[in-house]
């Protein structure tokens, strides 16, 4: 089976993502929910969310963001039948051309403490662990 990445198409790609990320995150937060991420991101239309096909079928999924400055990749997710594969490594590396070919010049990521099998594949794919704190804030007005 080959595995091909491509630009996210909302027509072809939609619900296949959104059940890919509902088995594969199962965030419980609202502002979490894969049918607002993907609107919010339509909207913003930069062009950064990809999928991994494979026979027609959406088996993995990447988004990035860039603001100018620093990029991000958020939303890698890679069906579990379909794991060990390779496949999670296209799709960052496909993103982070992506980025490149903006002029990004550093790339982050979270990844949620204790998750050490996802820490472990960002480590085996180039990534480092720096001492930052995050934060965030909920703008509850925009998540509908």
Known sequence: METEIVA???AVHRDQVIDLWKRVFAYKAPRNAPVLVIDKKLAFGDGLLFV????DRVV?????GYDGHRGWIYSLAVDRKH???GIGSQLLSHAESRLASLGCVKINLQVLDGNDLVEEFYEANGYLA????SMAKTIQANIE
């Open 8 to 10: 996210f198409d909302n």
């Open 52 to 55: 991994a096909v494979s026979d």
């Open 60 to 64: 993995g999924t990447i988004m990035a």
């Open 83 to 85: 794991q060990r594969r």
């Open 130 to 133: 720096e001492p930052r704190l």
